[in-house]
């Protein structure tokens, strides 16, 4: 905070006000089924941070609180223990924590200093002749609202910095070790870098892409001021988790869901940014097959893997918790599979010898991070993720057992799912939940 103190939960949480009849009602609706509104209640985020505490004590989650829990966090509500008594633990990013920023810092891990807005006469009150006059004195005299409100930074990729870049906070490496890198990646590649400014692409472009309000009454007013009639930029930043909308019972849950799923395969269209983002799957998988195989003898292929769409690497954030593999499997003409890999074992794991894009973190013994307990965090022996613009490639060598009838069919799909098994079994022990699975592509 710019005061450096706490400040009430009201004063930065609150964004029912936003939404008010009249004021920002679509966005506040966008906002309510967005992962930015329940980056508090995320399940996955309450197991870490519960475990971290237990082995580390309350403050050590203070940076992770500044991006999943800023409003508790910042009104001084840190301890996991109060779980949904926390004020604001179901308001995580709240509209006043990305829109009162006054200044961010690219280093990321929850660097940025937040204003504390100024009130309108009335501004806490709930009263309807209350909400008359606040809402009247907004209007007429805007200048503090938009003063407190200024737009100047969320409209900039760098806004996004502070929350979506990270680097170890918990570990005992001796500089930082970057675990989420979103920000970067975006800035040192071909989204940001192409020579043509035109081709060039911020993030608010695609993860914000216009959307339209059903009617005069619910567009947003500023948006209707500059022009841009019923259309504003969407606020449900559909991204990579197609499973705790329907955990938690979010807004709109069942269509967050299915805007995620379509944004993972890459069959949104964005009419704005159409000229310049490809058409088809975010990240197309192509086989290259041998031109011919014997029975008997040593058969081999390979699958690439393209990111032609994502701003930053695939996959993104959290690389040990993700899982995205492919899966690969050869017939012959009468059906029966003469090879495969990447299939799921009957307790969800994947097949060992799967083609995983993941990153593989370890503790001081070597041995590997999977259940996402920073504390023993200490460095990467291993990291696969494809920069956008770049392909990645893996070649399968397998013997083609005897008695073969060909012709062959060789078929792989790229398969993405939010989190690894061993780390659902330990967010929610004994009861073997796993996360839905969505296919991005596949030859």
């Known amino acids: ?129 209350a909400t008359l006059v606040n809402h009247f004195l907004i209007r007429v005299y805007p200048a503090q609202h938009n003063r407190d409100y200024d737009l100047k930074i969320a409209r900039q990729a760098k806004s996004c910095a502070p929350c979506h870049k990270e680097f170890d906070m918990v570990g005992k490496y001796p500089r930082p070790l970057q675990v989420e890198t979103q920000y970067d990646d975006w800035k040192h590649n071909q989204w940001n870098t192409d020579p043509d400014p035109a081709k060039r692409l911020r993030c608010q472009q695609c993860h914000m892409y216009y959307q339209k309000a059903p009617s005069v009454a619910l567009a947003d007013p500023y948006d209707l001021k500059t022009g841009l009639g019923l259309k504003h930029r969407n606020h449900w930043f559909a991204a990579g988790n197609q499973w705790m909308p329907d955990l938690i019972d979010s807004p709109d849950a069942k269509a967050q869901t299915e805007r995620v799923n379509e944004w993972l395969q890459g069959k949104k269209y964005i009419p704005e940014i159409a000229n310049v983002w490809p058409e088809g799957p975010v990240l197309p998988i192509r086989i290259v097959p041998p031109q011919t195989l014997r029975p008997g003898q040593k058969a081999e292929f390979r699958t690439v893997i393209s990111n032609n769409k994502a701003g930053h690497s695939f996959p993104t954030g959290p690389l040990d918790l993700i899982r995205a593999w492919v899966e690969a499997r050869v017939s012959d003409s009468t059906g029966r599979v003469v090879f495969h890999s990447g299939e799921l074992m009957p307790d969800d794991h994947l097949e060992p010898g799967t083609f995983v894009l993941k990153a593989e973190g370890v503790n001081a013994e070597g041995q590997e991070i999977v259940r996402h307990d920073l504390w023993h965090y200490v460095g990467a022996k291993w990291k696969r993720a494809i920069f956008p613009g770049y392909s990645d490639m893996y070649e399968y060598k397998f013997k083609l057992p005897r008695g073969t009838q060909g012709p062959l069919t060789i078929s792989a799909r790229l398969r993405y799912r939010k989190a690894n098994q061993y780390f659902m079994d330990f967010a929610f022990p004994g009861k073997h939940l796993h996360t839905p699975i969505t296919d991005l592509s596949s030859d």
């Open 1 to 129: 905070m710019e005061s450096g103190q706490p400040v009430s939960p009201r004063v930065i949480g609150n964004s029912q006000a936003c939404g008010a009849p009249g004021c920002h009602s679509a966005i506040y609706e966008d906002w309510r089924a967005s992962a930015h509104r329940w980056s508090e209640e995320d399940q996955f985020f309450q197991a870490v941070r519960s475990a971290t505490t237990e082995v580390q004590g309350t403050h050590s989650t203070e940076k992770c609180g500044g991006c999943h829990a800023p409003v508790s966090m910042l009104s001084g509500y840190k301890d996991p223990i109060l779980g949904k008594n926390t004020p604001g633990h179901l308001e995580g990013d709240s509209c006043i924590v990305c829109h009162a920023v006054r200044r961010v810092d690219k280093r990321g891990i929850g660097s940025y200093v937040l204003g504390v807005p100024k009130p309108y006469l009335y501004e806490y009150r709930s009263a309807p002749a």
